[in-house]
């Protein structure tokens, strides 16, 4: 799972749809991911992406970086 907190509402939708757009296009990589804002102040953004036999927990830091690369583009 990823979480990353932005500074506003606008800021996490804005997030929010650059991360689904990133799952969609490196598909079958994050098939099933789940990319949510949560209630708070600052909003959370999460992007969680189910573990399969070929992808094991932990990936998302290791090798999988297409999401974290997301958050750090403006």
Same mark, same amino acid.
């Given at each position: 799972?990823?979480?990353?907190?932005?500074?506003?509402?606008?800021? #996490?939708?804005?997030?929010? +749809?650059?991360? $689904?757009?990133?799952?969609?296009?490196? %598909?079958?990589?994050?098939?099933?991911?789940? *990319?949510?804002?949560?209630?708070?102040?600052?909003?959370?953004?999460?992007? #969680?992406?189910?573990?399969? +036999?070929?992808? $094991?927990?932990?990936?998302?830091?290791? %090798?999988?970086?297409?999401?974290?690369?997301? *958050?750090?583009?403006?």
């Amino acid at each position: 799972m990823l979480c990353v907190v932005v500074e506003d509402e606008a800021t #996490a939708r804005h997030l929010s +749809a650059r991360l $689904r757009s990133v799952a969609r296009e490196t %598909s079958p990589r994050y098939d099933g991911a789940k *990319v949510t804002v949560e209630k708070g102040g600052p909003p959370p953004v999460r992007a #969680a992406v189910p573990d399969t +036999a070929g992808q $094991r927990p932990g990936r998302l830091t290791l %090798s999988d970086l297409d999401l974290w690369m997301t *958050v750090a583009r403006p």
